[in-house]
């Protein structure tokens, strides 16, 4: 069963389970996918690839809004945004820890041959494509920096 389908899914048992706080994070991934799916040049198919980034993509914006709302004293708003969050990541990826990143990033390293950080693009573009929708880039970027010496 497709994303798509999952989502179509669990919106209708929210709606059935009348929880509009869910059904509006449900909503937003759908909007997103239909919105992918319908750009110009788009096929009408979305690879499962595309679908993790925009998952990423959308938790994130939740995330940072979250941010910006508590430092403005709006923890109601906060607490929206996060649990928005909270809805859309289990649509995605059970994500890595912080070892096991390292281990994956440690084996690019040695695939690439890179020694210091003026090959962190290598390294970033091979590990980002390896850990897709597993591990934050932000998170990745900074171990990669970490490892290579920057």
């Known amino acids: ?3 798509e389908q999952k989502i ?3 919106i209708k048992a929210t709606m059935l389970a009348r929880n509009p706080e869910k059904l509006e994070a449900l909503r937003a991934i759908k909007a997103a996918l239909l919105l992918e799916k319908t750009k110009e040049g788009a096929t009408g198919e979305i690879s499962e690839t ?3 980034k925009i998952l990423q993509k959308l938790v994130k914006q939740r995330r940072e809004s979250a941010e910006i709302y508590h430092n403005a004293n709006r923890d109601d708003l ?8 909270s809805i859309i990541e289990t649509f995605l990826p059970r994500q ?3 070892e096991e990143i390292t281990q994956v990033i440690k ?4 695939q690439t041959g ?3 950080i003026k090959d962190m693009g290598r390294v970033m573009g091979a590990s980002s494509r390896e850990l897709a929708g597993k591990a934050d880039n932000k998170m990745i970027s900074e171990i990669v920096k970490k490892l290579l010496g920057g």
């Not at 906060?78 to 969050?85: D, P, T």
């Not at 084996?107 to 040695?110: F, Q, R």
């Open 107 to 110: 084996t690019v390293i040695e």
């Open 78 to 85: 906060s607490k929206k945004e996060l649990f928005e969050a």
């Open 50 to 52: 595309t679908e993790l």
């Open 1 to 3: 069963m497709g994303l």
């Open 114 to 116: 890179a020694s210091s």
């Open 96 to 98: 890595l820890s912080t």
């Open 8 to 10: 179509n899914d669990e």
